[in-house]
């Protein structure tokens, strides 16, 4: 594979402004009764949480196969293609985007495309997916940026914790009953994701708790002499992720940084308050761009 790369992501991934060259976005869509709503077009992070905090109730749907394959055509015509999803487990999305790729890839095209399950969601996605997207802008091959991305999925760390998790009950991920009782109980639960599982490591109760348990919980995960691509995210409560973000700083060996909103179709399932951060070690070129 010496064709140069192009990339293609859901808008569930965390990317730059403006969104790389050579990349290509999906968007997700939200629904509001019959409104539709497509992820970081018609609807901003900042617009879809005041419409959440009202009152409102979402649904989401992923892109179809057909929308998948529109973008693999639409991508650059000398370039092979990668196409990163979150895990499979959580959503159709991967399966919408093999079937696609397995179309095109059928079609005589030279070009190839090739799917990444990257085993990651939100934050941690969104490195990876940076992370190759960056290689692509760059013109490298697809050999070259699937394997950063084999490295980098496996390498991702990303906790977070919910202030309510009615919204999950709403989707069935949880029971309901379990949802009333931790926020009866203003327990919130850190959790990993890691290799498209969610593990829980900690319960904290009351909001002052969390800051300290997500230190302690990163020092059990992370080394603090690696250096590292920190991505510090939240639902519509940035202070809490600065706070959370200068908590981080001070104890790992962080060299790139960022704080960001999670995307409208993330935070159908999250709600309002989340915060967390996704952590990766920067490798090959990444530190040359070290300040």
Same mark, same amino acid.
């Given at each position: 594979?010496? @064709?140069?790369?192009?990339l $293609? +992501?859901?808008?569930?991934? $965390? ?5 790389? *060259? ?6 997700? =869509?939200?629904? %509001? ?5 497509? #992820?970081g077009?018609? &609807?901003?992070?900042?617009? /879809? ?22 973008? /693999? =055509?639409?991508?650059? *015509?000398?370039?092979?293609i990668?196409?990163?999803? &979150?895990? @499979? ?10 079937l696609?790729?397995?179309?095109? !890839?059928?079609?005589g ?7 990444? #399950?990257?085993? !990651?969601?939100?934050?941690? /996605? ?7 997207a ?10 070259a940026?699937?394997? =950063?991305?084999?490295?980098? @999925?496996?390498? +991702?760390?990303?906790?977070g ?21 931790? !926020? ?5 639960? &850190? /959790?990993?994701?890691?290799k ?12 002052? =708790?969390? +800051?300290?348990a %997500?230190?302690?919980?990163?020092l ?10 920190? *991505? ?19 104890e ?7 704080? &960001? *909103? ?6 159908a ?6 915060t967390? %951060? ?9 530190l040359?761009? +070290?300040?």
């Amino acid at each position: 594979m010496t @064709r140069p790369c192009s990339l $293609v +992501v859901d808008s569930g991934a $965390v990317l730059a402004e403006p969104v790389p *060259a050579g990349t290509i976005v999906v968007p997700l =869509r939200i629904v %509001f009764g019959d409104q539709v709503l497509r #992820d970081g077009i018609d &609807i901003t992070a900042e617009s /879809f949480y005041r419409r959440l905090e009202a009152g409102d109730v979402p649904t989401t749907s992923t892109p179809s196969p057909g929308e998948y394959l529109e973008a /693999f =055509r639409a991508s650059d *015509a000398s370039s092979d293609i990668v196409c990163l999803t &979150i895990p @499979r487990t959580l959503s159709a999305m991967h399966e919408s985007a093999t079937l696609a790729a397995r179309l095109f !890839n059928d079609s005589g095209d030279p070009r190839r495309v090739h799917v990444v #399950d990257t085993g !990651n969601a939100a934050a941690g /996605f969104g490195l990876v997916a940076r992370a190759a997207a960056e290689l692509c802008a760059a013109g490298e091959t697809a050999d070259a940026v699937l394997q =950063r991305v084999e490295q980098a @999925r496996s390498e +991702v760390v990303m906790l977070g914790t919910l202030r309510t998790l009615t919204y999950l009950a709403r989707s069935g991920r949880v029971p309901a009953l379990v949802a009333g009782v931790t !926020n009866l109980l203003d327990v919130r639960p &850190i /959790f990993e994701l890691s290799k498209g599982e969610a593990k829980r490591l900690a319960l904290v109760r009351g909001e002052k =708790r969390v +800051v300290r348990a %997500f230190q302690k919980e990163a020092l059990g995960v992370l080394d603090t002499a690696t250096p590292l691509w920190l *991505a510090v995210f939240h639902s519509s409560v940035p202070e809490s992720a600065g706070e959370l973000r200068e908590a981080l700083h001070a104890e790992l060996t962080v060299c790139r940084s960022e704080t &960001i *909103a999670l995307s409208p179709v993330m935070g159908a399932y999250t709600g309002p308050g989340m915060t967390g %951060f996704a952590a990766m070690p920067l490798r090959g070129a990444e530190l040359d761009e +070290v300040p």
